[in-house]
């Protein structure tokens, strides 16, 4: 099935397994256990349109919040080490010390970087 593909795929993604237990005539059962690695607070509504630098190493953990974020039309840029964000968040346009090259409104870490 497509869907259990999908489902595989992404928690593979996430480090996590699909489990199955099967009793013919009586059916399937499928599960699965994620693991957390802290808390994540999302954008709420009102980021909408805004910015946002996701940084996690976990690819899973970036494509989830990754789809929040684009679900509130939020222009997204994801990496996964805290070196490059340092470097984003401290870069400097050409001939200033104090304008940003880049600007983001929200900036989100997953996992333990």
Do not use: W
């Not at 999908?6 to 928690?11: K, N, S, Y």
């Not at 199955?20 to 509504?45: A, E, I, R």
Request: proline fraction near 6%; charge should be positive.
């Amino acid at each position: 099935s497509p869907g259990l593909l999908i489902c595989q795929h992404l928690l593979n993604a996430m480090d996590s397994q699909l489990e199955l237990s099967s009793v013919p005539g009586k059916g399937s059962k499928f599960s699965f256990t994620l693991s957390s690695q802290g808390t994540v607070h999302l954008p709420p509504p009102e980021a909408k349109g805004k910015s946002a630098l996701i940084i996690a190493s976990c690819p899973g953990e970036s494509e989830l919040l990754r789809g929040h974020c684009e679900s509130l039309a939020m222009k997204v840029v994801s990496i996964c080490s805290i070196e490059v964000a340092q470097l984003l968040l401290t870069s400097r346009c050409e001939g200033t010390l104090h304008k940003p090259k880049y600007k983001f409104d929200v900036v989100l870490c997953a996992s333990k970087l």
